[in-house]
């Protein structure tokens, strides 16, 4: 009864973050007292248990709603949004440097020095341009800074940063304007410990950061990832080994196994008559606590160490205490142990991947009757999780590399019997005899440099990405499984397994071309992307991208987290057609991505002779814009640019969609000078009958927009493009005023998150975003709620 306790609780935290709105306190109340009394009631064993199962079910969603609800209490003022504030209190994890010469941190808020505290946010995510790491080292500080609620790009697919801030507990973001160390503010135990972290952290930047590996030393010694580069995160996604510098249940796992090896041998080496079997069994256990507890804690205690702690100690409690129970029994408790204290975990992937992996290794082995030797289990553990992690990768729109396979396979046993024990023995050898250093830096270096000249080699490999398009191939690599766990020679099976995977169509690029999902309708999608601009045309299977958003080399990529992420799920496999209006990075950002990403048809720009600098290659032909009429799918296309000698925004080539008795107008960045020509050019073919979408030329920039064009295009719709509160304004007062004066209904994809339009036979179907996010995004009193166009 328990283990379906276990679950039911479970199933109500997560059924919490299907719903759009919070549900109500009172009700749930209402509801969990109903189920206990029913419990007490029931005089049927079946249905006590069937109350009982009830009562833990709407227990999970009263908890996680309540821990939701009090998170969500903590709002920032809109009136506090971008003028300089003060608050108090201390840095809650290790700086990191970040882009532009900044320092980025949590800071924990113990007070908000004149103002009345309750409601407001707790923890803050913060950037310091041009900061001292010094004055950061002081820990508890009084920080001037400028914040803005909580927000970032909302699409149906792709990174959502709104998301991550809820998760992590972050209800306000912003840059900090001046610092000062205030060693007078209380100091509670978190503080206490997140100043012992920090100092840790310096200690080890201090004795190893002369080592050639120290970002991977630092990262598995002390799960401080500050270090890394952009370079070792590309390796290690290319070769599905992210997991090995998160310090999780495979790092935990080993120090659990390392601890009870040495504390059953040290209670061992005792007189017989010192211990009973019992208590033998307790002193390990107490032993593998202590040390993965420790471990965890100098790791710095993050939600995936804690999660692994908890799934570890459950592991070692029900091995340790020769309790014949399932296996399936522990993995139950653990996933409602950490739900219970962790309530937020559902919205991170990493809950979901390392909880799947477990449940797949104990299908593999449980219940063998015959022992599977090392090397078999090693092959046997990575075909099986390699295999049944793929369905739940392809729900997080992430592919399964076939490199990952091998990787693991050999970087597995090599980080698990070299590389942790050289870490960890050897910085504590370090930290007892300094003067061993020379010694031990040279000695992590070697191992860790041997990890990552493999890891290299595979990352190089041309080897294909299995998706969510192969997930046919499924049935067969799980067949295969099936095989491995009968007394048959494994061997052939996995073979097989692997051979197929390799040469299953769709897997790799193939030799026929890809083909897009149908689309019935006509269908105009403005992604949201922020400050920038990007497109999603097509109709049946034709495809065409206006613009690919906004991108800062090293920074930050809306191809990468939110153009390709949406491509995809939409089951977009080529682009028939790609525009580039003109080469700023806002809207040309991330195209050698695309082209590395997806097949092009051809290409289409204001500015062709600019494009090989923004990443289209150079063997790819581009054609200048020109005002020849083309058709996608049943849609009409024409295109104009100014003809005159002009670059830049002016540059810009405008492309015009129609489709009977709506018309779809993507200026791009053109300004006031520039709006007149195309008008004229539009004056012959300009319908007052058709339904108009505008988008505002330069996302409502006060130099665009002329009331000459608002008043002859006389939309019905237009959008703005606008990232929230940017600095420049967009859009500019005097613009919307025009636009709302004409009549048109204003959207920006700011408040309205990615805006899809479609020509239906009812006539223009409008959808926001914003309509279908969560109740963190989307919630009564938040800022897409209160988002307002100026």
Partial sequence: MAFLCAIAFSCGVILLYRLSVLPVSWWLVAALVTAFYSVLAAKSPALRNLALVVAALIAGLAWGTWQAGHQLSQRLPPDLERIPVTVEGYVCDIPAAGSFNSQRFSFCITGWPGRAESGLPEQLRLSWYDGEAQTLAHHRLTLTVVLRRPHGTLNPSGFRYE?????????????????????????????????????????????????????????????????????????????????????????????????????????????????????LRRGVFVMVGVSCLAYALASGFTVPTRRALIMVMIATWALTGGRETSPWQSLALAFATVLLLDPFAPLDQGFWLSFSAVAILLVTFS??????????????????????????????????????????????????????????????????????????????????????????????????????????????????????????????????????????????????????????????????????????????REVLLYDTGPAVPGVFSAMESTVLPNLKDLGVRRIDQLVISHSDSDHAGGVGLLFGSLPVGRVIAGEPEALEEVGVPANVPVQRCRGKPETLGA????????????????????????????????????????????????????????????????????????????????????????????????????????????GAIALNTACSGGITLKATAEGLEVHEMRHDSPFWIGGAGLTRDQCKIP
């Fill in 163 to 279: 998301d991550w801030l809820f998760r992590k507990g972050f209800r306000a973001t912003g840059s900090v304007r001046s610092a000062e160390p205030t060693p007078t503010l209380p100091c509670n135990l978190h503080c206490r410990y997140t100043a012992a972290h920090q100092s840790l952290a310096r200690w080890v930047e201090g004795r190893f950061s002369g080592a050639s590996q120290y970002p991977l030393i630092a990262s598995l010694m002390i799960g401080n990832r500050g270090a890394m580069e952009s370079s070792h995160w590309e390796v290690l996604k290319a070769t599905g080994t992210i997991h090995l510098v998160a310090i999780s249940g495979l790092h935990l796992g080993l120090v659990a196994l390392g601890a009870g090896f040495v504390a059953r041998r040290t209670l061992l080496g005792f007189p017989v008559h010192c211990f009973s079997e019992e208590s």
């Fill in 367 to 540: 219940g063998r009757l015959g022992a599977v030797g090392w090397l078999a289990g090693l092959f046997l553990a990575q075909m099986a999780v390699f295999v049944g992690l793929w369905p739940v990768l392809a729900q997080f729109g992430q592919g399964q590399p076939v490199a990952g396979l091998v990787a693991n396979l050999m970087a597995i046993p090599w980080v698990s019997v070299i590389v942790m024990p050289v870490i960890i023995v050897g910085g504590m050898v370090v930290a007892l005899v300094p003067a061993l250093a020379e010694w031990v830096i040279p000695l992590m270096d070697a191992v860790l440099a041997g990890l990552w000249w493999l890891l290299l080699r595979l990352s190089e490999w041309q080897v294909p990405v299995l998706t969510s398009a192969s997930l046919p191939l499924l049935l067969v690599a799980a067949s295969g499984l099936l095989v491995l766990r009968l007394p048959l020679p494994w061997i052939p099976a996995l073979v097989f397994s692997v051979v197929v995977s390799w040469l299953w169509p769709g897997t790799g690029s193939g030799s026929g071309g890809p083909v897009n999902r149908y689309v019935p309708v006509p269908e105009v999608r403005i992604l949201d992307v922020g400050q920038g601009l990007s497109v999603l045309v097509r109709h049946r």
């Fill in 635 to 742: 849609l009409e296309l024409a295109f104009w640019r100014n003809p005159g000698d002009v670059s830049g925004n002016d540059a810009s080539c405008v492309l015009v969609v129609r489709h009977k008795g709506t018309e779809w107008i993507l200026p791009g960045d053109i300004t006031d000078a520039v709006e007149v020509g195309f008008l004229k050019a539009l004056e012959s073919a300009l319908d007052p009958s058709l339904h108009r979408v505008v988008l505002a030329p330069h996302h409502g920039s006060k130099t665009s927009s002329s009331s000459a064009w608002v008043n002859t295009l006389a939309p019905d719709h237009v959008i703005y493009t606008a990232g929230y509160r940017h600095r420049y304004g967009h859009p500019h007062p005097d613009v919307v005023a025009r636009y709302r004066q004409s």
